[in-house]
């Protein structure tokens, strides 16, 4: 029982910290998603230390909380977007992950290696500054109500592109770092199992449900439609990661297949208490994994000012290059959009440090930069789009 009540009292302290962190980051007229990041930090073992490291670590009931809070956030944000949307804005989605995995991969590269790393290492080092972190810029995108935007559907069509490849670039670096050569036969059949699931959830699973959907209508259960969506959300999730992506595609695929249910805004509707209990929880444990002590060192300090900046600027400029058909302002927001690294970047740190690649030193910046990344990203992503509508009143999104 006293371990059921420490459970629960760590719950607690997290929810309330998530709540009060969001209400000072809206009276800033920041986006919410700051102050539950900046919570986590403050609670967490490098500040106040309500939050035990044993507690965050990969696997534990906490971790697993914040990872459902993720999937479900990704569910909902498919909700809002329809498949018709993203087919509409394929190939700058396209350019936008491509160019989102080249450039950061690059510039991480001659990072790394300028800082004494081999050639092998260096690449692994850089796979840390590849992928981009769809649930942070998704949850600033619901907040500020443009998910139906045409930038928002690029950022979203380009974070599926982007997982595959940072997923593909991954299984390259470490197959090297193992020292086994590059098996291409293997991941080339990896591209196509991961391209393969995500077409045919995708595309066939919007077709059968836009045909089919009157099924749901079938059981008595008034909530019967929540509760099948729900089923779809953590299958496809499950399935995501069976096929070596995220479980966050996944649950962003359910979404869009559940989009095609005439019960679409009473899903959406039914989602919000479900969201308002569990996506602080992935926000707050994303600060809370952040070492504030390495970075007493000046070194370790301008190290991180260093790689947050080329992990900025490689993803700004992927972005806005390959989204440039929209037109600059956008291609900026677009941009911008991509730059958080969140959990991705704090996974691909930890694999590093358990494969011997990474020191202490290194590993806390790698995490420290993808969290800086997380949170430096919404208000400037919420002052662009914010910007760009009281120039835009009345217009329509493409």
Not at 47 to 75: K, N, Y
Not at 116 to 123: Q, V
Request: proline residues 4%; glycine residues 12%.
């Amino acid at each position: 029982m006293h371990e059921t009540g420490a459970i629960l009292l760590t719950l607690f302290a997290i929810f309330v910290a998530a709540q009060i962190g969001a209400e000072i980051a809206q009276r800033l007229k920041l986006p919410g998603v700051v102050g539950e990041i900046v919570a986590g930090c403050a609670i967490g073992p490098s500040a106040l230390g309500w939050i035990q490291p044993s507690q965050i670590a990969a696997g534990t009931p906490l971790d697993v909380l914040a990872e459902i809070g993720v999937v479900l956030l990704l569910f909902s944000v498919g909700l809002e977007t329809r498949l018709d949307d993203l087919k509409k804005v394929g190939r700058s989605a396209f350019l936008v992950g491509v160019l989102g995995v080249i450039i950061p991969f690059a510039l991480g590269s001659l990072w790394a290696h300028g800082n004494g790393f081999d050639w092998t290492k260096s690449l692994f080092v850089a796979a840390a500054f590849v992928a981009t972190s769809a649930g942070i810029t998704a949850r600033v995108l619901q907040e500020l109500g443009v998910l139906g935007r045409i930038e928002a559907r690029v950022i979203l069509g380009a974070a599926v592109i982007d997982d595959i490849l940072a997923m593909l670039l991954l299984g390259v670096v470490t197959s090297l770092q193992a020292g086994g050569g590059v098996n291409f036969g293997s991941l080339l059949f990896v591209l196509v199992q991961a391209v393969g699931f995500v077409v045919v959830i995708g595309w066939v699973g919007t077709r059968v449900m836009r045909q089919r959907a009157h099924w749901l209508d079938q059981p008595i259960n008034p909530h019967s439609a929540l509760t099948i969506a729900l089923a779809i959300c953590l299958g496809l999730a499950y399935l995501s990661t069976e096929f070596g992506l995220a479980a966050i595609i996944g649950a962003f695929l359910a979404g869009m297949i559940a989009s095609e249910m005439h019960q679409r805004e009473e899903l959406e509707h039914q989602m919000q208490p479900l969201l308002a209990l569990l996506t602080p929880f992935f926000f707050v444990v994303t600060g809370a994994k952040i070492e504030l002590a390495v970075f007493a060192q000046p070194a370790a300090l301008w190290m991180l000012l260093v790689v947050t900046v080329i992990a900025i600027a490689s993803k700004l400029a992927g972005g806005f290059l390959g989204a440039l058909s929209l037109g600059k302002r956008s291609a900026l927001i677009v941009g911008v959009g991509m730059v958080p690294r969140g959990e991705v970047g704090v996974v691909i740190a930890s694999l590093g440090l358990v494969a011997g690649v990474f020191s202490n030193e290194i590993y806390a910046v790698i995490v420290a930069m993808s969290l800086l990344t997380s949170i430096v990203t919404p208000p400037v992503l919420a002052m662009l789009l914010k910007h760009q509508q009281d120039e835009h009143i009345g217009t329509p999104s493409a």
